[in-house]
């Protein structure tokens, strides 16, 4: 199979972040949402879960880098044909596929399968939300070529989709916060309302800083403070999301949201970690058969962790959440040998890639 020009970086955080979905998926498996908020186990996941949440809006930032990149040929044509078309086609038919199993295989009832159809099925809402970041792609390729206008965008993105919006979530959930507290963030919030910025909310934000942070020089000394934030960003979704849901006792997952301003200090500094330091592929041929998995890995996961929730292995370690790495660990290579598999087929290869 033909292999085309790949960035080693890219590929990097491409197998990073599907791990990352993964280890969000397992998590949620092991009856997240069902467990003593206050016990050691549970704060393990919260972990673990926390950390985790890079995942998206690095997937996201990929597709930035990629397509925003005007050295990066596309045509409108190239675009609706290639790549919406690919994306719209593997979408109805894992649909089909995972509505047919909801149905059959786990006994769902028909009009939670017609939601699913109507909407997507868990995992699968990936597909519409990135075919719209390629739908506006040739309005926002022109943004991003001219630099003060595409860093007044991320400007507005900042503030008005990251940090007012996690500003808010904190101050609704905050234990047992003052009155006048509640009463200025309902004003706020439909403040932000009224505004209706749409253009730079939601992951259009995330899909303009993958081109930006691609094309950044950042001097090697000062990775290490992008790192303490992204630490520290970490810390603040794994620390606060477990304070606040032990302290109230009802789940807190506002910080988990993708557009936590603390998210994406995380996001970002990966990001700019592996662009910056820009490791060398040890097989440049092994990591693109890799990275050309992972699309496949992301749709057909959720199978394998349904049929691996049933095994003695998985329910021996499911009792003890510091084995959530091994199982996301075996999720990944169990569903990485299937698509390796599946993509020896060239028809099957064109809708796992």
């Known amino acids: 199979m033909a292999q085309k020009q790949r ?45 985790s949440r890079f995942c998206v809006p690095v997937f996201i930032m990929i597709s930035g880098a990629i397509f925003l990149n005007t050295d990066f040929d596309l045509s409108m044509e190239k675009l ?67 630099r003060p206008l595409l860093e007044y965008y991320l400007l507005l993105a900042l503030l008005l989709a ?10 609704r959930l905050w234990p047992n916060a003052p009155k006048h507290l509640a009463l200025a963030t309902a004003a706020l919030s439909r403040l932000l309302g009224k505004l209706n910025v749409k253009i730079v909310m939601g992951y259009g934000g995330y899909y303009m800083a ?76 092994k990591l693109g058969e890799l990275a050309a998995s992972v699309m496949g890995i992301y749709l057909i996961h959720p199978l394998l962790i349904y049929y691996w929730g049933k095994s003695p292995v998985w329910q021996l370690a499911a009792g003890n959440a510091a084995w959530l790495p091994v199982l996301a660990a075996l999720v990944f290579a169990s569903s990485l040998v299937i698509v390796w598999l599946l993509r020896r087929s060239r028809f099957l290869a064109r809708w796992l890639s």
Request: charged share 15%; aromatic share 16%.
């Open 7 to 51: 960035i080693a970086y890219l590929d990097y955080l491409r197998l990073l972040a599907i791990f990352g979905v993964i280890t969000i998926h397992v998590a949620t498996s092991l009856s997240f949402y069902r467990q003593d908020y206050a016990s050691l186990n549970w704060q393990i996941l919260n972990f673990w879960d926390g950390l």
């Open 80 to 146: 609706f044909k290639k790549y919406l078309r690919r994306i719209v086609v593997s979408y109805i038919i894992w649909q089909l596929i995972y509505c047919g199993w909801y149905y059959f295989a786990k006994g769902g009832d028909l009009v939670t399968v017609a939601k699913f159809l109507i909407g997507s099925y868990d995992h699968l809402w990936y597909l519409p939300m990135i075919a719209g970041l390629y739908l506006v792609t040739p309005l926002l390729r022109p943004l991003a070529r001219r």
């Open 162 to 171: 990251w940090i007012l919006p996690t500003c808010l979530a904190l101050a």
């Open 210 to 285: 993958g081109y930006y942070l691609s094309q950044a020089h950042l001097d090697k000394r000062k990775l290490p403070l992008v790192q303490v934030l992204g630490l520290a960003g970490a810390g603040a979704t794994i620390g606060l999301t477990g304070w606040m849901t032990a302290k109230s006792g009802h789940l807190r997952l506002a910080l988990y949201s993708y557009n936590s301003f603390f998210v994406l200090l995380e996001s970002s500094a990966i990001f700019l970690s592996l662009q910056t330091l820009k490791p060398q592929a040890w097989s440049r041929e």
